[in-house]
Nanobody, 124 residues
Framework: QVQLVESGGDLVQPGGSLRLSCSGS????????IAWFRQAPGKERVGVSC????????LYADSVKGRFTISRDTHKNTVYLQMNSLKPEDTAVYSC?????????????????WGQGTQVTVSS
């Protein structure tokens, strides 16, 4: 069964760090472009970062550039999102998504597979 499962969300203070994990089963994540999205309560889902399968290009939203890092571990079939210098406005449910095109799509509607989401709360 094709599945994506996120983990690593937690409650942290501003300035803290978290590492989110997105693990795949039933398929090889290296064959897919992988993106992280987030959705705050009452807000639209927005893209955070994307890593393409075809050329390895990485995209970051301006709001997280310089603070977040996306990476892959092929042996673990896992994609990570390292989040540093967290701010209250980073509070959201974070979801990973995969699509089979070699380029990095940023529209949520283009993705084939989605994880269940993991809650990140940044508060003092």
């Amino acid at each position: 069964q094709v599945q994506l499962v996120e983990s690593g969300g937690d409650l942290v203070q501003p300035g803290g760090s978290l590492r989110l994990s997105c693990s795949g089963s039933g398929f090889t994540l290296d064959d897919y472009s992988i993106a992280w999205f987030r959705q705050a309560p009452g807000k639209e889902r927005v893209g955070v970062s994307c890593m393409s399968s075809g050329d390895g290009y990485i995209l970051y939203a301006d709001s997280v550039k310089g603070r977040f890092t996306i990476s892959r571990d092929t042996h673990k079939n896992t994609v990570y999102l390292q989040m540093n210098s967290l701010k209250p406005e980073d509070t959201a449910v974070y979801s990973c998504a995969a699509e089979g095109f070699p380029n990095c799509a940023t529209a949520a509607s283009e993705y084939d597979y989605w994880g269940q989401g993991t809650q990140v709360t940044v508060s003092s």
